[in-house]
Nanobody, 113 residues
């Protein structure tokens, strides 16, 4: 089975930027992977996930600020996050869409002044 490891989170001020990484343990169709997040007290939600049509579906709250990218040579996907807001504070996870690999431990992103 494929396992994933997320990294790159941290604490930033509003307006700041971060780039998250998600490395898969084995060769996998990286196109199937996207990003999710879970804020305290809320359900996990999709942030940037691939669609069957080959495009990326961004949540309304992040569209224009977050960008997903992929490095096929490293079995790794990235999430570039710009203009971060306090409401982006969450644990960020990567997984396929639909979800069918084990969840990783996630990476914490905290946006606070």
């Amino acid at each position: 089975q494929v396992n994933v490891v997320e990294s790159g989170g941290g604490r930033v001020q509003p307006g700041g930027s971060l780039r998250l990484s998600c490395a898969a343990s084995a060769a996998w169709d990286i196109y199937k992977f996207g990003w999710y997040r879970q804020a305290p007290g809320k359900q996990r939600e999709s942030v940037a996930v691939p669609t069957r049509g080959g495009t990326t579906n961004y949540a309304d709250s992040v569209r224009g600020r977050f960008t997903i990218s992929r490095d096929f040579t490293k079995n790794t996907i990235y999430l570039q996050m710009e203009s971060l807001k306090p409401e982006d504070t969450a644990v960020y996870y990567c997984n396929t869409n639909p979800v069918y690999v084990p969840w990783g431990q996630g990476t914490q992103v905290t946006v606070s002044s």
